[in-house]
């Protein structure tokens, strides 16, 4: 096969395997990753696939550029979900007949067949533990991040009271979410690229957990702060994956003519993260001081409805 061709042919593959599936694109970065990752290190495939951690996992431009050229031949349509997503499918009738050496075949054929296409976070999370070069990342990513996105989700926005309407009490819930965010500080990159970002965080983790304490104490404006709290948090991810991808343990060779620029972006990110997270430390302090009123102070609603604002804005 073509040197051309081979990510193009390990993307129908997939599909060849199940041909009703139906994928994001991050899906397919990410078993095409498992499939690289489960090749012996002598397969010359593995060559093909070359990765940089990025926002979302493991990434590839060449899988990104073979799904696009997929798509233009007619190989690959993207079809609209209702959430407003799309997702990847293979047309009934691809134009041209394609082919994968035996060994990558194989290791396709054992990860697709295995994978719940319902549940691709659940396939996206052993990733992160498995893989990531930093155990910083899973226990963020996967342990925290996630978590705090489904407290959100369970605690309707406008809802006056976080646990109104639910049998589960606010407090355990937030315990676990103030017990993961230390853990994750516990194991920070501790490498000189992150020494800014660190004591970001370090700084972050401080306003998280007087957040937290509020949220427990007051929950008529709780729903506020752990939004700009969770806002924060996804900023800090942000930031860090700019970053992480530099490292030597980020990326592969392929890769290393964009480290210049990949470290301007990361500065940029750093710049644009300061004073956020300072915003936000001064937001939780602002509460504070009205949050004994248990009805949150007209002032400090303005500057954390603001920060919200400008952070989904």
């Known amino acids: 096969m073509p040197r051309s061709e081979v990510v193009p042919g390990l993307i129908q593959q997939i599909y060849r395997v199940r041909p009703d599936l139906k994928l994001s694109k991050t899906a397919v970065h990410e078993i095409l990753f498992k499939v690289r990752a489960t090749l012996p290190e002598n397969d010359p495939d593995r060559k093909y696939l070359p990765y940089y951690w990025y926002n979302y996992g493991p990434y590839s431009e060449v899988v990104e ?5 997929l798509k233009v031949r007619g190989i690959l349509r993207e079809v609209p979900t209702q959430t407003g997503k799309s997702l990847l499918i293979l047309n009934e009738r691809p134009p041209n007949p394609f082919c994968v050496c035996e060994d990558a075949s194989a290791v396709i054929g054992r990860i697709v067949r295995e994978i719940d296409p319902y549940h691709m976070e659940a396939f996206v999370h052993r990733i992160y533990r498995d893989y990531a070069p930093y155990a910083f990342m899973p226990r963020y990513k996967v342990d925290f991040l996630v978590p705090f996105k489904g407290y959100r989700a369970s605690r309707p926005e406008g809802q006056r009271t976080l646990n109104q309407f639910l049998n589960e009490p606010v407090t355990p819930g937030l315990d676990r979410l103030e017990d993961a965010l230390y853990e994750c500080e516990a194991v920070l990159v501790e490498e000189p690229l992150f020494e800014e970002f660190n004591d970001e965080f370090t700084a972050y983790v401080s306003g998280a957990g007087k957040a937290f304490e509020i949220a427990r104490e007051d929950e008529t404006g709780a729903n506020l702060i752990v939004e700009a709290t969770y806002a924060s948090a996804v900023d800090l991810w942000y930031a860090f994956a700019r970053g992480v991808r530099i490292l030597d343990r980020g990326h592969d060779e392929y890769y290393n003519g964009r480290l210049r620029q990949w470290e301007r972006e990361y500065r940029e990110s750093l710049r644009a993260l300061v004073p956020k997270v300072s915003a936000y430390n001064r937001s939780v302090r602002e ?15 303005k500057i954390l409805s603001s920060l919200i604002e400008g952070y989904f804005s």
Do not use: N
């Open 65 to 69: 550029s073979s799904i696009e050229a």
């Open 287 to 301: 509460y504070a001081r009205h949050a004994p009123s248990r009805e949150p102070g007209a002032r400090s609603t």
